[in-house]
């Protein structure tokens, strides 16, 4: 079984910063490659919203809106990723959700995981 947990959430004022951390558990010899890993953000009422993706050779993508904010990086033998949120605004607050896509075997197609999510409010 693989579980994502997200970490480093809370309440930040306007321009301030906060790291979110994501790690990816599983026992033992059931994940043959660990691929893309992500990091959405959804609000109430409104779609789950890529924020940045990470490649397993650490290529990077991001929404136009975080761009130059935030930063995404992976530990791939830890099996860890992290967002750096850097200038937070207001609009930055939802809930932010981990996500990763894993091969379990040789040959065996990708399998999305997603985090329980973890909630980012950006206030004064």
């Known amino acids: 079984q693989v579980q994502l947990v997200e970490s480093g959430g809370g309440l930040v004022q306007p321009g301030g910063s906060l790291r979110l951390s994501c790690e990816v558990s599983?026992?033992?010899?059931?994940?043959?490659?660990?691929?893309?890993m992500s990091w959405y953000r959804q609000t109430p009422g409104k779609q789950r919203d890529l924020v940045a993706r990470i490649t397993s050779r650490r290529r990077t993508t991001y929404a136009d809106s975080v761009k130059n904010r935030f930063t995404i990086s992976r530990d791939n033998l830890k099996k860890t990723m992290a967002l750096q949120m850097d200038s937070l605004e207001p609009e930055d607050t939802a809930s932010y959700y981990c996500?990763?896509?894993?091969?379990?075997?040789?040959?065996?197609?990708?399998?999305?995981?997603w985090g329980q999510g973890i909630l980012v409010a950006v206030s004064s």
């Open positions: 996500a990763a896509r894993i091969v379990h075997h040789l040959g065996g197609p990708e399998v999305d995981y």
């Open positions: 599983a026992a033992s010899g059931i994940i043959f490659n660990l691929n893309d």
